[in-house]
């Protein structure tokens, strides 16, 4: 490339968030319950530990690369996104791209070689087996379709280090039509970035050897200052367009993930962009 967090939200939380959270419960409809977790709370900042080449890792970040508290992770460097991995929960807790067009228009075909992460030490990636007969599907962060230009990125891409445990019905639904409406506000905008993850409670149920599940998955997309965020619920979800039933504000997804997306300041957190309607509507 050239350019280159199972407790449901309390009361008491709702309350700490205020403003960040006004008008939340509607994002998902009709009244339901957020059935998002508690913040993380430990003290101490991410340690990255780089696997690849570092300098490439922070063309794939708009804004600097991301921080996470209260956990270690590892930045692994892909040839066209890379991801900040919690080693102790086995799954990535942010992937960023910068995604321009060229990059989805190739005719490199889906393989669907599932692998752990050849870069982690053993007992820190994730396994094939981890998955099996969980109910979950092996969910994309940094989605297989994103990377058409390039046999090595659609390789990469299937990296157990690119997955969460994903509800299916949510992942070929809901989650597939965002994906494609990134890749159209891509398309429209000539590129833009991406940041891609789950969120996680304090205590989050697992899967297999410690594959932590998500209660959530939020996706911001970054043109120039401005920001668009949607986090959707990792549950049953028919497929759907209407993604305002998600949106929210960056600040939000920090809150809810304890990452820190754009330590620069360079990126508008507070307000939710208005670019790409076609594709997400507002």
């Known amino acids: 490339m050239t350019r280159k967090r199972q ?3 309390n009361q008491a939380t709702l309350s700490l968030l205020g403003l960040l959270l006004a008008g939340a419960a509607a994002l998902w409809g009709c009244g339901e319950d957020l059935n998002l977790p508690n913040l993380p709370t430990p003290p101490g900042e991410s340690v990255p530990g780089a696997y690849g080449d570092a300098g490439q890792c922070r063309d794939e970040w708009r804004g600097g690369i991301p921080t996470l508290t209260g956990n270690q992770t590892r930045l692994l460097c892909r040839q ?4 900040l991995y919690d080693p102790q929960h086995r799954v990535p807790r942010v992937v960023g791209e910068y995604l321009a067009p060229t990059e989805f228009s190739g005719d490199v075909q889906r393989q669907d070689d599932f692998a752990p992460d050849p870069d982690l030490p053993a007992g820190e990636s994730a396994e094939l087996n981890d998955y099996r007969r969980s109910g979950y599907d092996r969910g994309h962060m940094a989605p297989a379709a994103d990377f058409k230009s390039s046999p090595q990125a659609m390789r990469e891409s299937f990296y157990l280090s690119n997955m969460v445990p994903q509800n299916h019905d949510m992942n070929t639904g809901v989650w597939a039509a965002l994906e494609s409406a990134v890749r159209a506000c891509a398309k429209d905008r000539g590129g833009v970035f991406v940041l891609t993850g789950p969120v996680l409670g304090k205590k989050p149920a697992t899967i297999g050897g410690g594959v932590a599940v998500p209660d959530a998955l939020f996706k911001v ?4 200052k401005d920001a668009r965020a949607f986090v959707i619920p990792n549950k049953d979800q028919a497929s759907d367009t ?6 929210v504000t960056p600040q939000m997804v920090e809150g809810l993930t304890g990452l820190t997306l754009f330590p620069d300041g360079s990126v508008t957190l507070d307000q939710q962009g208005r670019f790409c309607r076609g594709s997400f509507g507002g």
């Open 80 to 83: 066209e996104y890379a991801a």
């Open 221 to 224: 997309i970054v043109s120039g």
């Open 242 to 247: 209407n993604f305002g039933r998600y949106e």
């Open 7 to 9: 407790a449901g939200l």
